[in-house]
């Protein structure tokens, strides 16, 4: 390269220069290429940087959402414990399909843009739009609209053990006659005058034994009462040891133990076949519920129920023991659960008048018993033929003849009896042989606070009900009653069924993975809103030790024969009322989309306090529910004393969906 002056000097001496400076058309070139490759690397640079943002599969927890978990969780798990696949990729675009087409889809399926947009509000467009570009703004208006609360007061230690339906004294008092033990039904506090204190616990209550140990002994301080020892001493039924309570091998009505009571009775009907067959059993005034506690080792559930009447805590007990109970009476009303929805009926030493009102009690058995299912009834009329004891049995004898229920085996102290198979038994009868079949109109699924009626309930003549799969493919093959529930969808039920099923048993992993569900020590669960049953049947699947009462509303579809035929038990309520259980008596409360639903026929603030009433101190309750109605019920778990956490659902923090939990700690 040359400097000025050189070449100055050569210009003078006449030398003939060679030139080596660049001409000017060949800088520009050079210069713009210099310009497209480096465009080039910083386009690549930056789509490299967009791209990588793609979920990737082996991402870890903190970096990906499970289904209502914020992503910031620090819980350190591993991914092969995460439940749930990533996306699924978009197919590739075809050639030439730069813009696609949007639209209505009509009747017949085809896409049209023949459509009109009616009316709309501008202010909310404009507020939808300003809460989607700030989220801390969409919270603050939220929490904006949250009524405070303040902090709930304890009720007196006196209603420690109250039940609002079944301890209305003043409601009870007003009853004409009790002949037809309506003092033992529910007589539920009027508007106004529900529950508006938190239930307390008794002095030095301590948190439950778990499961199965608890089978076995309980504190005695969590159900300080000696009156059923007191009225059972002799029986070997139940005793006080120390800071405990005793239940010795089942003993009580069963001479030699529940487990030789069960032997006998599968060797009597082996066709029973317990946890194969008969998987969803019913025992009639329970005790302390020793019959289903000891079928559990033979996988069958069993719902124990007993009126609270003089022996009063038996249902208490049975639910500390971790066995399923609930306090329910035959008087006038039908029990709340389904027809055709046990396998098999139990009743020992029930102390139940079967024959007396046309025999009204014993065809309200006949109306929840399954097709084919069987009655089994453990009294002294069976084996002692004297007296009015003779008499009763053949009375027995005669009504279940004419019921068309065959007696299958008698000994010793037991009669086992099946119901038939379809309606053609009693359309055979000789004529104007009662009781009568029950109206074509008489719904014999309609149980919520439907009057007892002396008439035999009709089976479908479909067969729905006595067609169950056996245990355990009942659980998910979707039941023939699937088509007889009012719904809107029709032919696509069973996938709605499957979807359901799949959705649960997703949530409950999380549920399992993330607040592990298993080290809880969970025994007695509740599903508030229980629809197809799906989170009992993911507890089932993912091997969670307890048991789940599956509640449906009558708010809602009565999806509760589909419970029953899938191999679990449940009952019919209306949450704007209590529920007929002692306090303290479930570990685990699960309720989806059940405040939203009921928000409009009752308070709840009501509701909530119920839940308090029937959780045990330690205990949790899972809510996922709309943004709107989690805040207000954040607010009002925080005065009742529960320490909450909140998460985003699967969908995000846009979404209009939140999960509460709370805990109830002691």
Not at 219 to 239: A, F, M, R
Not at 288 to 308: C, D, H, R, W
Not at 499 to 524: P, Q
Request: glycine content about 6%.
């Amino acid at each position: 390269m040359f400097t000025s002056s050189s070449a100055a000097d050569n210009r003078h001496s006449g030398t003939p220069v060679t030139t080596t400076t660049t001409p000017p058309s060949f800088i520009k070139i050079l210069i713009l290429s210099l310009l497209s490759f480096s465009l080039f690397f910083l386009f690549k640079h930056f789509s490299f940087d967009a791209t990588s943002t793609t979920p990737n599969p082996t991402t870890s927890l903190q970096e990906r959402k499970l289904p209502f978990f914020p992503a910031t969780t620090n819980t350190k798990t591993t991914t092969s414990t995460v439940p749930f696949s990533p996306p699924p990729q978009l197919p590739p675009r075809k050639p030439g399909a730069v813009v696609e087409r949007t639209g209505i889809v009509d009747k017949t399926g085809a896409m049209t843009e023949d459509f009109m947009v009616g009316e709309f509000d501008e202010s909310l467009i404009e507020s939808v739009v300003m809460n989607i570009s700030d989220p801390e703004n969409n919270e603050k208006l939220e929490n904006d609209k949250v009524v405070k609360i303040e902090k709930f007061r304890v009720c007196d230690l006196s209603m420690s053990e109250y039940i609002p339906c079944l301890d209305n004294g003043e409601a009870i008092s007003r009853l004409n006659s009790s002949e037809k033990l309506e003092k033992y039904e529910r007589n539920c506090p009027k508007d106004g005058k529900g529950l508006d204190c938190l239930v307390p616990r008794p002095k030095d209550y301590k948190l439950h034994i778990p499961w199965p140990k608890s089978r076995d002994e309980v504190w005695y301080d969590n159900i300080p009462h000696t009156n059923l020892v007191e009225d059972k001493e002799g029986q070997i039924l139940i005793s006080r040891q120390g800071d405990k309570y005793i239940f010795p091998d089942g003993r009580t009505q069963f001479i030699h133990g529940a487990k030789e009571y069960l032997d006998q009775i599968s060797k009597m009907v082996p066709e029973i076949a317990f946890g194969k067959r008969m998987r969803v059993a019913l025992d009639i005034v329970c005790g302390i519920a020793s019959f289903g506690a000891y079928l559990m080792e033979q996988n069958v559930t069993t719902l124990s129920i007993a009126p609270k009447d003089i022996h009063n805590n038996q249902i208490q007990f049975a639910l500390e023991r971790g066995v399923p109970a609930m306090v329910a009476s035959l008087a006038t009303h039908r029990l709340p659960y389904p027809s055709q929805a046990f396998d098999l009926i139990h009743c020992s030493s029930c102390g139940i008048n079967w024959t007396r009102d046309d025999g009204v009690f014993l065809l309200e058995i006949n109306r929840m018993l399954r097709a084919g299912g069987y009655f089994v009834w453990a009294a002294q009329p069976v084996y002692e033929h004297e007296g009015n004891l003779l008499e009763q049995w053949r009375e027995m004898e005669d009504l279940t003849s004419r019921m068309c229920w065959e007696l299958i085996e008698k000994e010793g102290y037991i009669a086992i009896w099946q119901k038939p198979l379809n309606n053609s038994f009693y359309i055979n009868r000789d004529s104007g042989v009662q009781p009568s079949l029950c109206d074509t109109d008489n719904n014999p699924d309609n149980v919520w606070y439907v009057n007892l009626e002396p008439c035999i309930s009709r089976l479908p003549d479909s067969g729905y009900g006595a067609n169950v799969t056996s245990w355990p493919a009942r659980l998910h093959d979707p039941p023939d009653r699937l088509f007889s529930i009012k719904m809107d969808a029709d032919k696509s039920r069973k996938e709605i069924y499957k979807a359901d099923s799949t959705y649960w048993k997703d949530i409950v992993s999380g549920y399992v993975n993330v607040f592990h569900l298993k080290d809880l020590g969970v025994r007695n669960v509740m599903d508030m809103r229980a629809g197809y049953g799906g989170f009992a049947a993911a507890l089932l699947d993912l091997e969670v030790d307890c048991w789940v009462m599956n509640v449906v509303p009558i708010s809602g579809p009565n999806t509760l024969p589909l419970i029953y035929d899938r191999g679990l038990i449940g009952v019919m309520h209306d949450w704007c009322e209590p529920f007929d259980t002692y306090p303290r008596t479930y570990d685990l409360l699960n309720a989806v989309a059940l405040f939203s639903a009921e928000q409009k026929r009752c308070s709840i603030t009501n509701i909530i306090l119920e839940m308090d009433r029937i959780l045990r101190p330690g205990g949790r309750a899972y809510i996922r529910d709309t943004t709107s109605v989690i805040y207000q019920l954040q607010e009002i778990a925080r005065a009742m004393g529960w320490v909450t956490f909140l998460f985003d659902s699967d969908e995000g923090p846009y979404s209009t969906w939140k999960l509460l939990t709370c805990e109830k700690r002691l």
